[in-house]
């Protein structure tokens, strides 16, 4: 398991503390906030956390609340307009790596339902197979943005260390799941 800090820093903070409390290795199937957790992990590489976490709201309101279909038809003017919203992240790869993934979401509809289903179907797997995957599938997508999308789903172990109160809670959840 992945030694963890970020239980530590959390712990009270006004950013993090909310976050590390109630999303971050929780399950999550709701395919706005796989996207968004997905586009959020892409927004992060080579920032801080606490960064995109500031942005979060601008974030969700200059991607249509990480509608996958409404920002899958995204074009020029989109970008555009994206590009010059000091609000958000302003990195035109990763803007439209996110445009792209929302295709990919909408694409994965067809053949598993949606996101999630996705994402079940390849359960479990070691991470190095995951990051194949989300290479073959998604753009933007290297070991570390993968590796803190599923743990922050709790598809990777390590999103809290076993003394942290939130693991215990996570534990109960996925054994009602199971």
Known sequence: MK????????????????????????????????????????????????TVLKKREALNEAFDGFDAKKVSMYGARDKKRLLGDSRIIRNRLKIEAIITNASRIVELRQSYSGFSSWLDAHHPRPKKDWVKLFRATFKFVGPEIVGEFLMSLGYLEGAHRPDCPVFKQILKIQKKVS
């Open 3 to 50: 030694v963890n800090h970020y239980c530590d820093i959390a712990r009270g903070h006004s950013l993090h503390g909310p976050y590390h409390d109630k999303e971050y290795g929780f399950p999550a199937s709701d395919e706005r906030v796989l996207f968004e957790r997905l586009a959020l992990e892409i927004m992060q590489a080579g920032l801080s956390w606490e």
